[in-house]
Protein backbone atom coordinates (compact mmCIF):
# COMPACT_ATOMS: atom_id res chain seq x y z
CA UNK A 1 0.00 0.00 0.00
CA UNK A 2 2.72 2.43 0.97
CA UNK A 3 4.96 1.36 -1.99
CA UNK A 4 1.63 2.52 -4.26
CA UNK A 5 0.93 5.61 -2.18
CA UNK A 6 4.61 6.51 -3.23
CA UNK A 7 4.61 5.39 -6.59
CA UNK A 8 1.59 7.51 -7.10
CA UNK A 9 1.24 10.13 -4.64
CA UNK A 10 1.19 12.90 -8.08
CA UNK A 11 -2.24 11.61 -8.83
CA UNK A 12 -3.45 10.73 -5.23
CA UNK A 13 -3.13 14.62 -4.76
CA UNK A 14 -4.37 15.59 -8.35
CA UNK A 15 -7.64 13.41 -7.28
CA UNK A 16 -7.89 14.53 -3.83
CA UNK A 17 -7.59 18.27 -5.41
CA UNK A 18 -10.47 17.96 -7.54
CA UNK A 19 -12.83 15.78 -5.08
CA UNK A 20 -12.21 19.08 -3.12
CA UNK A 21 -12.54 21.11 -5.87
CA UNK A 22 -15.97 20.03 -7.06
CA UNK A 23 -16.97 19.40 -3.26
CA UNK A 24 -16.29 23.41 -3.84
CA UNK A 25 -18.00 24.35 -6.68
CA UNK A 26 -21.07 22.67 -5.58
CA UNK A 27 -21.12 24.73 -2.43
CA UNK A 28 -20.60 28.17 -4.82
CA UNK A 29 -23.64 27.08 -7.36
CA UNK A 30 -25.83 26.76 -4.15
CA UNK A 31 -25.01 30.00 -2.51
CA UNK A 32 -26.32 31.76 -6.10
CA UNK A 33 -24.16 34.57 -6.05
CA UNK A 34 -23.18 36.74 -8.83
CA UNK A 35 -22.52 34.61 -11.81
CA UNK A 36 -19.40 36.60 -13.13
CA UNK A 37 -17.72 35.76 -10.02
CA UNK A 38 -19.31 32.22 -9.48
CA UNK A 39 -17.49 31.73 -12.96
CA UNK A 40 -14.30 33.18 -12.16
CA UNK A 41 -14.33 31.21 -9.22
CA UNK A 42 -15.04 28.02 -11.22
CA UNK A 43 -12.46 28.32 -13.38
CA UNK A 44 -9.64 28.96 -10.96
CA UNK A 45 -10.84 25.77 -9.02
CA UNK A 46 -10.63 23.58 -12.29
CA UNK A 47 -7.99 25.00 -14.05
CA UNK A 48 -5.00 25.93 -11.35
CA UNK A 49 -4.92 22.91 -9.18
CA UNK A 50 -4.43 23.21 -5.54
CA UNK A 51 -3.90 27.35 -6.22
CA UNK A 52 -7.23 27.45 -7.17
CA UNK A 53 -8.63 25.92 -3.90
CA UNK A 54 -6.18 28.48 -2.00
CA UNK A 55 -7.40 31.23 -3.59
CA UNK A 56 -11.26 29.94 -2.54
CA UNK A 57 -10.39 29.12 0.80
CA UNK A 58 -8.74 32.89 1.26
CA UNK A 59 -11.54 34.99 -1.28
CA UNK A 60 -14.34 32.77 -1.78
CA UNK A 61 -16.20 32.42 1.60
CA UNK A 62 -19.12 34.76 2.08
CA UNK A 63 -19.61 36.48 5.58
CA UNK A 64 -22.25 38.90 4.86
CA UNK A 65 -24.66 35.73 5.48
CA UNK A 66 -22.66 34.49 8.13
CA UNK A 67 -21.18 37.16 10.30
CA UNK A 68 -17.62 37.95 11.13
CA UNK A 69 -18.91 39.67 14.14
CA UNK A 70 -22.08 40.18 15.81
CA UNK A 71 -23.24 44.00 16.17
CA UNK A 72 -25.98 43.03 18.32
CA UNK A 73 -24.08 43.13 21.83
CA UNK A 74 -23.04 46.49 21.89
CA UNK A 75 -26.35 47.78 19.91
CA UNK A 76 -28.59 46.44 22.58
CA UNK A 77 -26.57 48.05 25.30
CA UNK A 78 -28.95 50.56 27.14
CA UNK A 79 -27.16 53.60 26.77
CA UNK A 80 -26.63 52.42 22.91
CA UNK A 81 -30.08 52.36 22.53
CA UNK A 82 -30.79 55.13 24.29
CA UNK A 83 -28.16 57.21 22.16
CA UNK A 84 -30.16 55.61 18.99
CA UNK A 85 -33.79 57.16 19.89
CA UNK A 86 -32.22 60.30 20.66
CA UNK A 87 -30.82 60.09 16.88
CA UNK A 88 -33.57 58.50 15.55
CA UNK A 89 -35.05 59.36 12.40
CA UNK A 90 -37.72 62.28 13.09
CA UNK A 91 -40.23 62.77 9.98
CA UNK A 92 -41.76 66.37 11.38
CA UNK A 93 -37.90 67.57 12.15
CA UNK A 94 -36.95 66.30 8.30
CA UNK A 95 -40.04 67.87 7.04
CA UNK A 96 -38.78 71.12 8.62
CA UNK A 97 -35.32 71.01 6.09
CA UNK A 98 -37.32 71.99 2.92
CA UNK A 99 -33.57 72.17 0.84
CA UNK A 100 -33.83 68.02 0.67
CA UNK A 101 -35.38 67.03 -2.91
CA UNK A 102 -37.73 63.81 -2.80
CA UNK A 103 -34.82 61.99 -4.36
CA UNK A 104 -32.44 62.93 -1.60
CA UNK A 105 -34.84 62.22 1.04
CA UNK A 106 -35.13 58.35 -0.81
CA UNK A 107 -31.66 57.95 0.23
CA UNK A 108 -32.37 58.45 4.01
CA UNK A 109 -35.00 56.52 4.25
CA UNK A 110 -33.31 53.64 2.60
CA UNK A 111 -30.31 54.03 4.69
CA UNK A 112 -32.18 54.22 7.81
CA UNK A 113 -34.32 51.46 6.71
CA UNK A 114 -31.36 49.56 6.51
CA UNK A 115 -29.46 50.06 9.27
CA UNK A 116 -31.31 52.57 11.11
CA UNK A 117 -28.52 54.83 9.83
CA UNK A 118 -29.71 58.10 11.30
CA UNK A 119 -29.66 61.07 9.81
CA UNK A 120 -28.43 64.07 12.13
CA UNK A 121 -28.66 68.21 11.45
CA UNK A 122 -26.44 69.45 14.11
CA UNK A 123 -22.91 69.16 12.98
CA UNK A 124 -20.28 71.24 11.94
CA UNK A 125 -17.98 69.92 9.13
CA UNK A 126 -14.56 70.85 7.58
CA UNK A 127 -13.43 69.76 4.09
CA UNK A 128 -9.80 68.73 4.87
CA UNK A 129 -7.65 68.55 1.63
CA UNK A 130 -5.10 66.55 1.97
CA UNK A 131 -2.62 65.09 4.83
CA UNK A 132 -0.75 67.67 5.43
CA UNK A 133 -3.80 69.79 7.25
CA UNK A 134 -5.90 66.15 8.09
CA UNK A 135 -2.51 65.71 10.67
CA UNK A 136 -2.21 69.14 11.69
CA UNK A 137 -5.79 69.11 12.80
CA UNK A 138 -5.89 65.66 14.22
CA UNK A 139 -2.86 65.70 16.20
CA UNK A 140 -4.18 69.40 17.98
CA UNK A 141 -7.53 67.74 18.91
CA UNK A 142 -5.59 64.45 20.36
CA UNK A 143 -3.69 67.15 22.09
CA UNK A 144 -6.27 68.86 23.89
CA UNK A 145 -8.13 65.42 24.47
CA UNK A 146 -9.82 65.34 27.96
CA UNK A 147 -11.45 61.74 28.47
CA UNK A 148 -10.56 59.83 25.78
CA UNK A 149 -8.93 59.20 22.61
CA UNK A 150 -10.48 56.35 20.02
CA UNK A 151 -8.59 55.55 16.28
CA UNK A 152 -9.37 52.93 13.91
CA UNK A 153 -7.20 52.40 10.75
CA UNK A 154 -6.72 50.77 8.24
CA UNK A 155 -3.03 51.74 7.37
CA UNK A 156 -0.92 53.09 10.85
CA UNK A 157 2.75 52.91 9.34
CA UNK A 158 5.56 53.18 12.62
CA UNK A 159 7.19 55.96 10.24
CA UNK A 160 7.68 60.07 10.91
CA UNK A 161 3.95 60.86 10.94
CA UNK A 162 3.13 57.51 12.56
CA UNK A 163 5.45 57.51 14.87
CA UNK A 164 4.56 60.95 15.92
CA UNK A 165 1.21 60.12 16.07
CA UNK A 166 1.92 57.13 18.54
CA UNK A 167 4.04 59.07 20.65
CA UNK A 168 1.61 61.55 20.97
CA UNK A 169 -1.07 58.90 22.58
CA UNK A 170 1.32 57.37 24.17
CA UNK A 171 1.87 60.71 26.15
CA UNK A 172 -1.62 61.21 26.71
CA UNK A 173 -2.39 57.76 28.22
CA UNK A 174 0.32 58.50 30.48
CA UNK A 175 -1.83 61.70 31.48
CA UNK A 176 -5.05 59.14 32.13
CA UNK A 177 -6.95 59.61 29.12
CA UNK A 178 -8.18 56.08 27.79
CA UNK A 179 -6.86 55.56 24.42
CA UNK A 180 -7.94 52.95 22.00
CA UNK A 181 -6.35 52.01 19.05
CA UNK A 182 -7.51 49.60 16.68
CA UNK A 183 -5.74 48.84 13.30
CA UNK A 184 -5.70 46.26 10.23
CA UNK A 185 -3.01 43.72 10.74
CA UNK A 186 -2.50 43.37 6.92
CA UNK A 187 -2.75 47.05 5.94
CA UNK A 188 -0.35 48.36 9.32
CA UNK A 189 3.36 47.97 10.07
CA UNK A 190 3.86 48.95 13.44
CA UNK A 191 7.10 47.73 15.29
CA UNK A 192 7.07 45.52 18.15
CA UNK A 193 9.25 48.10 20.29
CA UNK A 194 7.03 50.47 19.40
CA UNK A 195 3.37 48.06 20.20
CA UNK A 196 5.97 47.19 23.51
CA UNK A 197 5.58 51.49 24.45
CA UNK A 198 1.92 51.72 23.38
CA UNK A 199 1.07 48.52 26.25
CA UNK A 200 3.48 50.26 28.78
CA UNK A 201 2.15 53.80 28.48
CA UNK A 202 -1.86 52.58 28.64
CA UNK A 203 -2.90 52.41 25.25
CA UNK A 204 -4.95 49.88 24.63
CA UNK A 205 -4.18 48.34 21.18
CA UNK A 206 -5.59 45.63 19.34
CA UNK A 207 -5.13 44.07 15.24
CA UNK A 208 -8.40 43.67 13.39
CA UNK A 209 -8.01 39.74 12.20
CA UNK A 210 -4.07 39.11 12.92
CA UNK A 211 -2.69 36.80 9.98
CA UNK A 212 0.27 35.03 9.52
CA UNK A 213 3.38 36.76 7.70
CA UNK A 214 1.03 39.98 7.46
CA UNK A 215 3.50 41.56 4.49
CA UNK A 216 2.54 38.49 1.51
CA UNK A 217 -0.80 38.39 2.50
CA UNK A 218 -1.56 41.21 0.10
CA UNK A 219 -5.56 41.68 -0.05
CA UNK A 220 -5.89 38.91 2.08
CA UNK A 221 -9.96 39.17 2.74
CA UNK A 222 -12.31 41.14 4.97
CA UNK A 223 -9.78 43.79 6.18
CA UNK A 224 -10.98 46.62 8.55
CA UNK A 225 -10.97 49.50 5.87
CA UNK A 226 -12.32 52.33 7.89
CA UNK A 227 -10.57 55.56 8.90
CA UNK A 228 -12.14 56.81 12.45
CA UNK A 229 -10.77 59.14 15.21
CA UNK A 230 -12.90 60.27 17.71
CA UNK A 231 -11.99 62.60 20.51
CA UNK A 232 -13.51 63.30 23.91
CA UNK A 233 -16.58 61.67 21.91
CA UNK A 234 -16.96 65.33 20.46
CA UNK A 235 -14.78 65.65 17.16
CA UNK A 236 -14.31 62.78 14.57
CA UNK A 237 -12.59 62.19 11.67
CA UNK A 238 -13.34 59.91 8.68
CA UNK A 239 -12.22 60.03 4.98
CA UNK A 240 -9.62 58.52 2.77
CA UNK A 241 -6.52 59.73 4.46
CA UNK A 242 -4.36 56.68 6.53
CA UNK A 243 -1.66 57.27 9.06
CA UNK A 244 1.48 56.96 7.48
CA UNK A 245 4.60 59.44 5.52
CA UNK A 246 3.39 58.85 1.99
CA UNK A 247 0.21 61.16 2.37
CA UNK A 248 2.18 63.91 3.21
CA UNK A 249 3.18 65.81 0.39
CA UNK A 250 6.79 66.94 1.75
CA UNK A 251 10.80 65.94 0.71
CA UNK A 252 9.99 65.41 -3.05
CA UNK A 253 7.86 62.85 -2.66
CA UNK A 254 4.77 61.93 -5.32
CA UNK A 255 1.77 63.95 -4.82
CA UNK A 256 -0.77 62.13 -2.77
CA UNK A 257 -4.57 63.64 -3.00
CA UNK A 258 -6.82 62.95 -0.51
CA UNK A 259 -10.11 63.79 1.37
CA UNK A 260 -10.80 63.72 4.41
CA UNK A 261 -13.76 65.67 6.74
CA UNK A 262 -13.69 66.49 10.84
CA UNK A 263 -16.74 66.58 11.90
CA UNK A 264 -17.96 68.32 15.18
CA UNK A 265 -21.96 67.32 16.37
CA UNK A 266 -23.82 64.40 16.54
CA UNK A 267 -22.96 62.58 13.90
CA UNK A 268 -19.72 61.62 15.95
CA UNK A 269 -22.22 59.70 17.90
CA UNK A 270 -22.78 57.60 14.82
CA UNK A 271 -18.68 57.27 14.65
CA UNK A 272 -18.86 56.46 18.19
CA UNK A 273 -20.95 53.36 18.18
CA UNK A 274 -19.57 51.86 15.12
CA UNK A 275 -15.75 52.21 16.74
CA UNK A 276 -17.24 50.51 19.76
CA UNK A 277 -19.00 47.75 17.93
CA UNK A 278 -15.79 46.77 15.91
CA UNK A 279 -13.65 47.21 19.55
CA UNK A 280 -15.94 44.79 21.13
CA UNK A 281 -14.64 42.48 18.46
CA UNK A 282 -10.94 43.07 18.50
CA UNK A 283 -10.37 43.57 21.86
CA UNK A 284 -12.46 40.24 23.02
CA UNK A 285 -13.47 41.56 25.70
CA UNK A 286 -17.36 43.25 26.63
CA UNK A 287 -16.25 46.31 27.85
CA UNK A 288 -18.46 48.84 30.03
CA UNK A 289 -19.72 52.00 27.64
CA UNK A 290 -20.28 55.33 29.60
CA UNK A 291 -22.38 58.51 28.92
CA UNK A 292 -18.83 60.06 28.11
CA UNK A 293 -18.77 58.62 25.15
CA UNK A 294 -22.09 60.11 24.01
CA UNK A 295 -21.74 64.05 25.29
CA UNK A 296 -24.21 66.15 24.78
CA UNK A 297 -23.75 68.84 21.44
CA UNK A 298 -24.36 72.59 21.77
CA UNK A 299 -27.05 72.94 19.21
CA UNK A 300 -25.40 74.89 15.77
CA UNK A 301 -27.57 77.69 14.12
CA UNK A 302 -26.17 76.24 10.52
CA UNK A 303 -27.95 72.84 10.54
CA UNK A 304 -25.82 70.41 7.97
CA UNK A 305 -27.49 67.05 7.44
CA UNK A 306 -24.92 64.28 7.73
CA UNK A 307 -25.62 60.24 8.06
CA UNK A 308 -22.99 58.05 8.39
CA UNK A 309 -22.79 54.55 6.71
CA UNK A 310 -21.01 51.53 7.34
CA UNK A 311 -20.80 48.48 5.20
CA UNK A 312 -19.27 44.92 5.49
CA UNK A 313 -19.52 41.62 6.70
CA UNK A 314 -20.88 42.95 10.05
CA UNK A 315 -24.12 44.70 7.83
CA UNK A 316 -27.16 42.73 6.81
CA UNK A 317 -26.87 44.72 3.20
CA UNK A 318 -24.29 46.51 1.27
CA UNK A 319 -25.29 49.90 2.42
CA UNK A 320 -22.39 51.90 0.76
CA UNK A 321 -23.57 50.29 -2.68
CA UNK A 322 -27.28 50.50 -2.38
CA UNK A 323 -26.59 54.44 -1.46
CA UNK A 324 -24.53 54.87 -4.38
CA UNK A 325 -26.32 53.30 -6.60
CA UNK A 326 -29.86 55.13 -5.89
CA UNK A 327 -27.72 58.34 -5.71
CA UNK A 328 -26.49 57.95 -9.20
CA UNK A 329 -29.58 56.99 -10.35
CA UNK A 330 -31.69 59.83 -8.90
CA UNK A 331 -29.75 62.49 -9.90
CA UNK A 332 -30.79 65.28 -12.19
CA UNK A 333 -27.87 67.80 -13.10
CA UNK A 334 -24.20 65.86 -12.56
CA UNK A 335 -22.55 63.57 -10.77
CA UNK A 336 -19.12 63.78 -9.92
CA UNK A 337 -16.79 61.23 -8.80
CA UNK A 338 -13.44 60.42 -7.87
CA UNK A 339 -11.79 57.15 -6.81
CA UNK A 340 -8.32 55.64 -7.07
CA UNK A 341 -9.87 52.23 -7.72
CA UNK A 342 -12.52 51.61 -10.32
CA UNK A 343 -13.44 48.12 -10.94
CA UNK A 344 -17.05 48.62 -10.99
CA UNK A 345 -19.75 45.50 -10.48
CA UNK A 346 -22.43 45.65 -13.05
CA UNK A 347 -25.43 47.49 -11.31
CA UNK A 348 -22.47 50.28 -11.18
CA UNK A 349 -21.93 50.39 -14.58
CA UNK A 350 -25.53 49.91 -15.76
CA UNK A 351 -26.59 53.17 -13.14
CA UNK A 352 -23.73 55.37 -14.70
CA UNK A 353 -24.78 54.54 -18.26
CA UNK A 354 -27.98 55.21 -17.46
CA UNK A 355 -27.35 58.41 -15.82
CA UNK A 356 -25.67 59.99 -18.58
CA UNK A 357 -27.85 58.60 -21.17
CA UNK A 358 -30.44 60.70 -20.05
CA UNK A 359 -28.73 63.95 -19.61
CA UNK A 360 -27.01 64.24 -16.93
CA UNK A 361 -22.91 64.90 -16.42
CA UNK A 362 -21.11 62.24 -15.47
CA UNK A 363 -17.56 62.56 -14.29
CA UNK A 364 -15.62 60.01 -13.02
CA UNK A 365 -11.38 61.22 -11.84
CA UNK A 366 -9.29 57.99 -11.62
CA UNK A 367 -5.28 57.75 -11.27
CA UNK A 368 -2.96 57.89 -14.50
CA UNK A 369 -0.98 55.36 -13.03
CA UNK A 370 -2.08 53.29 -9.89
CA UNK A 371 -0.52 51.56 -6.87
CA UNK A 372 -1.26 48.47 -8.38
CA UNK A 373 -0.68 46.73 -11.55
CA UNK A 374 -3.90 44.78 -11.82
CA UNK A 375 -6.09 47.49 -10.45
CA UNK A 376 -4.71 49.66 -12.66
CA UNK A 377 -5.45 47.19 -15.90
CA UNK A 378 -8.42 45.65 -14.71
CA UNK A 379 -10.25 49.55 -14.48
CA UNK A 380 -8.96 50.19 -18.04
CA UNK A 381 -11.04 47.36 -19.25
CA UNK A 382 -14.13 48.64 -17.87
CA UNK A 383 -13.80 52.53 -19.84
CA UNK A 384 -15.05 51.07 -22.92
CA UNK A 385 -18.74 50.71 -21.46
CA UNK A 386 -18.55 54.17 -19.57
CA UNK A 387 -17.31 56.22 -23.02
CA UNK A 388 -19.91 55.10 -24.96
CA UNK A 389 -22.29 56.12 -22.72
CA UNK A 390 -20.90 59.70 -22.89
CA UNK A 391 -19.29 59.73 -19.41
CA UNK A 392 -16.19 61.74 -19.14
CA UNK A 393 -13.36 59.84 -17.44
CA UNK A 394 -10.33 62.00 -16.68
CA UNK A 395 -7.12 60.67 -15.33
CA UNK A 396 -4.93 62.43 -12.68
CA UNK A 397 -1.40 62.87 -13.82
CA UNK A 398 0.02 65.18 -10.75
CA UNK A 399 0.53 62.25 -8.80
CA UNK A 400 -1.82 59.22 -6.79
CA UNK A 401 -5.50 60.69 -6.05
CA UNK A 402 -6.68 58.39 -3.35
CA UNK A 403 -9.83 60.49 -2.48
CA UNK A 404 -13.11 58.69 -2.18
CA UNK A 405 -15.90 61.63 -2.93
CA UNK A 406 -18.83 62.04 -4.77
CA UNK A 407 -21.06 65.21 -5.45
CA UNK A 408 -24.28 65.24 -6.70
CA UNK A 409 -26.49 68.48 -8.08
CA UNK A 410 -25.16 70.65 -5.39
CA UNK A 411 -26.84 69.00 -2.84
CA UNK A 412 -25.61 65.36 -2.12
CA UNK A 413 -22.21 64.49 -1.34
CA UNK A 414 -19.78 61.52 0.34
CA UNK A 415 -16.34 61.15 1.79
CA UNK A 416 -15.38 58.16 3.15
CA UNK A 417 -13.25 55.10 2.92
CA UNK A 418 -14.74 52.69 0.05
CA UNK A 419 -13.85 52.58 -3.13
CA UNK A 420 -15.82 52.08 -6.18
CA UNK A 421 -14.78 48.51 -6.67
CA UNK A 422 -16.26 45.24 -5.78
CA UNK A 423 -13.99 44.69 -2.37
CA UNK A 424 -14.99 47.86 -1.27
CA UNK A 425 -18.74 47.24 -2.20
CA UNK A 426 -18.87 43.49 -0.52
CA UNK A 427 -15.56 42.34 1.31
CA UNK A 428 -13.95 45.10 3.51
CA UNK A 429 -15.09 46.87 6.08
CA UNK A 430 -15.84 50.60 5.14
CA UNK A 431 -17.45 53.81 6.47
CA UNK A 432 -18.71 56.87 4.43
CA UNK A 433 -19.94 59.95 5.63
CA UNK A 434 -23.00 61.14 3.39
CA UNK A 435 -23.67 65.02 3.28
CA UNK A 436 -27.14 66.68 2.39
CA UNK A 437 -25.86 70.41 2.51
CA UNK A 438 -25.79 72.82 -0.66
CA UNK A 439 -22.28 74.93 1.22
CA UNK A 440 -20.51 71.75 1.35
CA UNK A 441 -20.98 69.87 -1.82
CA UNK A 442 -20.45 73.27 -3.72
CA UNK A 443 -17.10 72.99 -1.89
CA UNK A 444 -16.54 69.12 -2.94
CA UNK A 445 -18.16 69.83 -6.30
CA UNK A 446 -14.84 72.94 -6.85
CA UNK A 447 -12.28 70.69 -5.64
CA UNK A 448 -13.38 67.98 -8.11
CA UNK A 449 -13.15 70.72 -10.83
CA UNK A 450 -9.88 71.86 -9.48
CA UNK A 451 -8.35 68.32 -9.78
CA UNK A 452 -9.67 68.01 -13.78
CA UNK A 453 -7.20 70.80 -14.17
CA UNK A 454 -4.76 68.28 -13.21
CA UNK A 455 -5.83 65.88 -15.33
CA UNK A 456 -6.07 64.35 -19.02
CA UNK A 457 -9.31 63.38 -19.78
CA UNK A 458 -9.86 60.20 -22.10
CA UNK A 459 -10.85 60.32 -25.78
CA UNK A 460 -12.82 57.24 -26.92
CA UNK A 461 -11.38 57.14 -30.51
CA UNK A 462 -7.69 57.19 -28.53
CA UNK A 463 -8.74 54.73 -26.13
CA UNK A 464 -10.18 52.61 -28.73
CA UNK A 465 -6.28 52.35 -30.82
CA UNK A 466 -4.68 50.78 -28.00
CA UNK A 467 -2.75 48.34 -28.70
CA UNK A 468 -3.95 44.45 -28.51
CA UNK A 469 -1.17 43.72 -25.90
CA UNK A 470 -2.70 46.27 -23.67
CA UNK A 471 -6.08 44.74 -24.24
CA UNK A 472 -4.59 41.58 -23.18
CA UNK A 473 -3.25 42.95 -20.31
CA UNK A 474 -7.02 44.20 -19.32
CA UNK A 475 -9.02 41.18 -20.06
CA UNK A 476 -6.70 38.90 -17.67
CA UNK A 477 -7.07 41.46 -15.02
CA UNK A 478 -10.58 42.17 -15.50
CA UNK A 479 -10.81 37.88 -15.54
CA UNK A 480 -9.72 38.54 -11.91
CA UNK A 481 -11.41 41.87 -11.15
CA UNK A 482 -14.11 39.74 -8.38
CA UNK A 483 -10.89 38.62 -6.41
CA UNK A 484 -9.16 41.52 -6.16
Not at 82 to 89: A, C, G, P, V
Not at 224 to 240: C, L, P
Not at 311 to 335: C, H, K, R
Amino acid sequence: MLEFVKNNYWIILIIFNYVVAVSAVITILLKNINPTKTLTYIIVLVFFPFLGIVVYYLFGQEYRKNKIFNRKHILNKEIIQSINKELEFNKKELEKVNQYPDEKVKLIKLLHSNENEPLTLNNEIEILKDGDIKFERLLNDIKSAKNHIHLEYYIIRDDNIGGELLDLICEKAKEGIEVRLSYDDVGSEISAKMKSKLSHSGVLHCSFMPVLFSRFTGKMNYRNHRKIAIIDGKIGYVGGINIGDEYLNKNGTSYWRDTHLRIIGDAVKSLQIHFLTTWDFVSGKKMTIYKSYFPDVEKKNNQIGLQIVASGPDTDWANIMEVTLTAIITANDYVYITTPYFVPNDEMITALQIASKSGVDVRLIIPEKSDSWIVQHASNSYLDDLLKANVKVYKYKKGFVHAKTMVIDDIFSSVGTSNLDYRSFNINFEINSLIYNKENSKTLKQLFLEDIKACQEVNYNTYLKRSKFDKVKESYCRLWSPLI
